[in-house]
Every structure is written in C-alpha cells, then in structure tokens.
C-alpha cells in the first residue's frame, strides 16, 4: 500500500500561484509514475501533469507553459508548481501513482482562483 498525502492548496486570484505537494509513504518513484489530475464540479476528473521514472514530463495543454510538474526523491514528494492561475484552473487537484494495473490516489486538495 502506498497513502499519498497533498497539500498547498488555497484561494488565489488570478495571475497568482500556488505550489501543490504530495507526500508518498514510501520511496516509489523510480517504479511509478507520478501525476496530478484534477476535478471541477460537473467535469470529468483530468490529467493535468506527469513525471515517469525517467524524469519525462507530460502536460494537459490548457496549463503548458503554466504548471511545472517535479519531485524529490530523497523526500519522496511530487511538486506542482501552478503559475499565472486562471479562474478555470479552479478544482480539486488530486495526486495519482501508477504502476501497470496498480495505482492510488490521494484524497485531493482545493483550489479556488478567484478575486
């Protein structure tokens, strides 16, 4: 079992930031890929980011050149780093580790952009 925990969410306006971090209970990065989704009311939850094993990096296109996917390994954290925040952006973001027919999820974190 792995728990995956986030935090750094909150209220924003627009054009702000926000870092979002997501703790894992034991070191699996080298073996899962890492990734943030999100959900907003009424939407289908979304993939926003990921990181592979080998450090490569996908991104949704409504947030490239925005959001910056990252980790620590020594910390065994995953970072998304969210900048120029738009009123869309607006969601529950979720931390996600998959491995071929495993994977977790955490219990999610709000983020409101909004002045």
């Known amino acids: 079992q792995v728990q995956l925990v986030e935090s750094g969410g909150g209220l924003v306006q627009p054009g702000g930031s926000l870092r979002l971090s997501c703790a894992a209970s034991r070191s699996i990065f080298s073996r899962y890929v890492m990734g943030w989704y999100r959900q907003a009311p009424g939407k289908p939850r979304e993939l926003v980011a990921h990181?592979?094993?080998?450090?490569?990096?996908n991104y949704a296109d409504s947030v490239k050149g925005r959001f910056t996917i990252s980790r620590d390994s020594a910390k065994n954290t995953v970072y998304l780093q969210m900048n120029n925040l738009k009123a869309e952006d607006t969601a529950v973001y979720y931390c996600?580790?998959?491995?071929?027919?495993?994977?977790?999820w955490g219990q999610g974190t709000q983020v409101t952009v909004s002045s």
């Open positions: 990181i592979t094993g080998g450090d490569n990096t």
């Open positions: 996600n580790a998959r491995w071929m027919q495993i994977q977790y």
